[in-house]
DNA sequence: TTACGGCGTTCATATATATGAATCTTATAC
DNA sequence: GTATAAGATTCATATATATGAACGCCGTAA
């Protein structure tokens, strides 16, 4: 094993998932990795341009980094499927809509398709996890996954916003009415007053991420013809995928 | 020095530049790596979730390198700004724009914004490089640089799309007229029959990218309502910088 | 079916890396 | 201005890695 390649993406992850610059010892202590082995991979990194080094010296992600991640997209082919959709239905709903998958336990979002006009422009979301079991896209992807694959992509520490700690036997039940319904909702479980809508795409594997759109609560009454525009959307990406509507 | 590390990045880079997945022997050729170093290295990139293998084995960019790359952005703080105004832009003009920075002797894109409805969608340009020199975008942040840099960022190999070499005679003359007007174009250097309209946005230590739009040749008349658009967003963007725009 | 060729994988060893301690630098308080 | 402390950087050495050669695997052709 490669321990420096190993520890290489730790810290970018870590400087990734940081909200702001990192001086070296706080990258060092948080991987317990010494200091000035940490200073020799964190210099590759800068040469690299993979991270960038401000003064005083802290990290953060350089533009290599982005390059190489936008790569993903290109190559998994999913952005020239779901883009135009996603534009359909910021189009025609007015709302934010966004395309999410399972990565372990959370919802990771990969696309997001602001509503044309000076709207109300949620905070970027590319890039973001949330856990899956909270978010509308994650219960739209985990319903059809079956019992024993849900508890794999669900951490159950995690609480929604009201403080409510989830239940299997809960989540299952919610999930059992998501496949009922055809689409799943959020209503607060993750910013109060925000509320998703979201249906799940599938490709020939089975199910393949979730469309969805947020908005605020209170600029809604009924959830039926957004759901149904979502779901039209998660319909048409499934068949682009070569993939199969389940009943 | 890790040189580790350092091929970790470079096979990254590789595989981010191929559009397709590639097997070990082409990466191991390609960076001159022992196959058995590289198979090594790998590994590890896969266990990380940085790649993922397909079978028979190839490499393509996973989901944790677009999580680390996307945190570009939301560091560099240039989505929040530059975002609204794209979208403006969109819908001002119903063309694609976006936004995009020098890095080395190409031009990146950043960001970009598709026009609303169900117009022409540009081919997904995001994490894309074009050569500075050819792009309106490029163009538009050459200009302000001073001539000593300018030749730093620009290749002069490339040809553009009819063929004709670039000379820094040239160039320098082109540039001349891009500080003179305020914005730059591209008429057909990178693709035929799409033209480009750029300006460029300023922070307080200079030139920091440029905005521009995309859009057929045949589809326009005159720039000058278009450019006024653009030069508009991007002197926007420079006092959300904290920008001076020069006279 | 069998032989062949290309590729991926494993392994022992020469070699480059990881690291603790010391040094230097920078920011802060007095 | 000086002292102080926190952090970054350097360096010699113990240790883990990089690698060439050998092996195993799979697809292809005879």
Not at 193 to 212: K, L, M, S, W, Y
Not at 233 to 244: C, K, Q
């Amino acid at each position: 094993m490669s321990t420096s390649v190993v520890r290489a993406i730790r810290i970018l992850d870590l400087i990734a998932k940081s909200d702001q610059p990192m001086p070296l010892a706080a990258i060092a202590e948080a991987l317990d990795i010494p200091r000035s082995t940490a200073h020799v991979i964190l210099r590759d990194l800068v040469a690299e341009s993979v991270l960038t080094c401000g003064k005083p010296p802290t990290y953060s992600v350089g533009v290599k980094a982005f390059e190489i991640g936008s790569a993903y997209l290109r190559g998994s082919g999913i952005a020239a499927v779901v883009g135009p959709e996603l534009a359909r239905l910021t189009g025609a709903l007015r709302f934010t809509a966004h395309y999410a998958i399972l990565d372990g336990t959370e919802a990771l979002y990969l696309c997001k398709e602001d509503p044309p006009g000076l709207g109300i422009r949620l905070a970027s979301s590319v890039g973001a996890r949330l856990p899956s079991h909270l978010t509308a896209v994650g219960k739209a992807s985990l319903a059809w996954l079956g019992d024993e694959a849900v508890t794999e992509h669900v951490s159950l520490k995690t609480k929604d916003a009201s403080g409510q700690a989830v239940t299997m036997k809960r989540l299952s039940a919610e999930l059992a009415r998501v496949r009922e319904l055809g689409y799943a909702t959020d209503d607060g479980q993750i910013t109060a007053g925000i509320r998703c809508v979201a249906a799940p795409a599938f490709d020939a594997t089975g199910p393949r991420g979730a469309i969805g759109v947020s908005f605020l609560s209170s600029a809604t009454e009924s959830l039926a013809p957004i759901a149904a525009e979502v779901m039209e959307s998660a319909a048409r990406v499934t068949t682009l995928l070569g993939g199969e509507s389940p009943a």
